[in-house]
Antibody, heavy 121, light 107 residues
Framework: VQLVESGGGVVQPGGSLRLSCVAS????????MYWVRQAPGKGLEWVTF????????KYADSVRGRFTISRDNSKNTLFLQMNSLRAEDTAVYYC???????????????WGKGTTVTVSS | EIVLTQSPATLSLSPGERATLSCRAS??????LAWYQQKPGQAPRLLIY???NRAIGIPARFSGSGSGTDFTLTINSLEPEDFAVYYC?????????FGQGTTVEIK
């Protein structure tokens, strides 16, 4: 089971980035997926969740209206579109697999290595 | 939003000692609580879910207990690789929330 994130980088405040996460080693289309972030030197913050069939999507208040999670089950890929980025969005963003198939958000089982997003002018 | 408060912030122990970490929820989460371990430069790893179930591959020296608002992670006989930061996380409600973490450091 492997999750590989990409798409991080340095962006100016107000800019946009699109993160991707390619999954392998499990049936991606049957698991819910999360994005979790960690600001430098800080703790973990749940960002968003998408159910396996996209029927249930949740966002943290801090990103609602600016970030959009999506998935392409045919390509085993999870996405995070991030718009109107702020300095406080600076963090390592982890792609995470749910523990149990078919559930509306259970626990965070397998984590990718993360991709770094830096919002700075 | 359910707030999780972990204590202590830092635990200084020697290898072979027992570590007892606490996580308190601002309202009941039933048994819907997990514990994660994070080492420097690494992604977190799921240790315990539903308060007391060890995840696959987690050694038996890790155990969890509690329900409602008070939870405990116990690490019996600390190994050198156990010195890390530990987070609790609840799935009782959205948004999912984490505690601020407890650092277990070598004394």
């Amino acid at each position: 089971v492997q999750l590989v994130e990409s798409g991080g980088g340095v962006v100016q405040p107000g800019g946009s980035l699109r993160l991707s996460c390619v999954a392998s080693g499990f049936t991606f289309s049957t698991y819910g997926m999360y994005w979790v972030r960690q600001a430098p030197g800080k703790g973990l913050e749940w960002v968003t969740f998408i159910q396996y069939d996209e029927t249930n999507i949740k966002y943290a208040d801090s990103v609602r209206g600016r970030f959009t999670i999506s998935r392409d089950n045919s390509k085993n890929t999870l996405f995070l579109q991030m718009n109107s980025l702020r300095a406080e969005d600076t963090a390592v963003y982890y792609c995470v697999k749910d523990l149990i198939t078919g559930t509306p958000g259970y626990y965070m089982d397998v984590w990718g290595k993360g991709t770094t997003v830096t919002v700075s002018s | 939003e359910i707030v999780l408060t972990q204590s202590p912030a830092t635990l200084s122990l020697s290898p072979g000692e027992r570590a007892t970490l606490s996580c308190r929820a601002s309202q009941s989460v039933s048994s819907y609580l997990a514990w994660y371990q994070q080492k420097p430069g690494q992604a977190p790893r799921l240790l315990i879910y539903d308060a007391s179930n060890r995840a696959i591959g987690i050694p038996a020296r890790f155990s969890g207990s509690g329900s409602g608002t008070d939870f405990t992670l116990t690490i019996n006989s600390l190994e050198p690789e156990d010195f890390a930061v530990y987070y609790c996380q609840q799935r009782g409600n959205w948004p999912r929330t984490f505690g601020q973490g407890t650092t277990v450091e070598i004394k």
